[in-house]
């Protein structure tokens, strides 16, 4: 046992907030810190109208509340005013490291992070978390004077990067598809033997894929494949049914994502680091369609998962109803084919990432 682990209680402060890609590895590895250390003290640093304000209180942790400092991907007008928003993000930062008696502050990167990173400098340790190969510049800039820094895949460009996977929630990494399918099946009112393809495209949805994979559904339909799809709080989907055959359930946003992952034979979604690393873990085959905006790390995630022959991949401008029914129908009437993809999917896996980084965090707190 780690010094780290048999010590003083640390309090350990997580900044990843915006988006579930970064609040949900934070939340695990706070999980994970209090697992090793049930007397630690775990506080998140998010912003006023990041996804935190509903995902960390549910979760049990106090959510302490800075300005955000949108970073701009070219030079533009906003740019110039950053140094401002910066230091006012810096100074009300700092005051909570300073009140919560912070003994290390663990980044993931985005618009918390950077004020987070310049707070701590030279007063309390940095442990940098990146999931995606092309990091971002706020964790480019925390990595330079970070203690540790860890990454979710081999070849990310940061100083000292350690290889350590993505942290999840002990409910995904634990999940007994087999042993919870039926459950599942009934719980989302699926036919309990179909092949069934579950699809979401996001939090939010994703319309290119909403689009296509409705446009299959009789396609999917007499091949005999149920479907789950999330289609995102703020669209609609209309979709035909057709009777006899198994059910095509659309929902609106999916709270139970053990739940959805064991009901699953095949997943279509985008290809997020998150994503990526919660399909793999639980084995399932997937057909990745990456977000066509930003610096293309959606794909570059997607690419370890579809060179080991675990899923396929689709542009976004290529997703038809006609390209759904050719790459999944096949695929999802093939028992054998199915093995083998969810195979090479666990492959890939680092189930263990949460409780490696939060060694790594206890002992950058010793």
Do not use: W
């Not at 940095?126 to 971002?136: L, R």
């Not at 690393?277 to 998962?305: C, R, Y």
């Amino acid at each position: 046992m780690s010094k780290a682990v048999s010590g003083r209680a640390p309090t350990v402060v997580v900044a990843g907030g915006g988006t579930a890609g970064h609040i949900e590895p934070a939340m695990a590895l706070a999980d994970a810190v209090k697992r090793l250390r049930p007397d630690a003290t775990v506080v998140a640093l998010g912003t006023p109208k990041g996804l935190e304000n509903e995902l960390i209180p549910r979760r049990g942790y106090p959510l302490e509340l800075i300005p955000p400092v949108p970073l701009p991907r070219k030079p533009t007008a906003d740019l110039l005013r950053l140094p401002l928003k910066v230091r006012d993000s810096v100074k009300q930062a700092r005051a909570v490291l300073d009140r919560v008696g912070a003994d290390v502050v663990v980044g993931f990167g985005g618009y918390v992070s950077l004020p987070a990173y310049f707070a701590a400098r030279g007063r309390v340790p940095i442990v940098v978390h990146e999931a995606n190969q092309s990091p971002g510049l706020a964790n480019r800039v925390g990595a330079r004077f970070a203690a540790r820094v860890a990454v979710a895949v081999p070849g990310t460009p940061l100083p000292g990067a350690e290889v350590i996977g993505i942290p999840l929630r002990r409910s995904i990494t634990s999940l007994d598809r087999a042993a919870l399918r039926a459950e599942a099946r009934k719980h989302f009112d699926l036919d309990p033997d179909a092949p069934t393809l579950l699809v979401f495209g996001g939090s939010q949805g994703a319309r290119s894929i909403n689009n296509a994979v409705s446009g299959a559904a009789k396609d999917l339909a007499d091949a005999g494949i149920g479907v789950l799809h999330a289609h995102g709080p703020k669209n609609t989907l209309a979709v035909q049914e057709f009777p006899g055959r198994p059910s095509y359930v659309p929902v609106p946003y999916l709270e139970r994502m053990d739940l959805a992952y064991a009901a699953a034979d095949m997943v279509l979604c985008r290809s997020g680091a998150m994503t990526v690393a919660e399909v793999s873990a639980v084995g399932l085959p997937a057909v990745f369609v990456p977000l066509p905006i930003g610096n293309g790390e959606q794909a570059t995630n997607a690419k370890p998962a579809v060179d080991a022959g675990a899923a396929l991949l689709v542009p976004d401008a290529e997703l038809t109803p006609a390209k759904v029914a050719e790459l999944v129908v096949p695929r999802l009437t093939d028992p054998a084919e199915l093995a083998k993809m969810g195979a090479a999917a666990v492959g890939m896996g680092h189930r263990e990432a949460d409780e490696v980084l939060a060694r790594i965090v206890l002992e950058v707190a010793e």
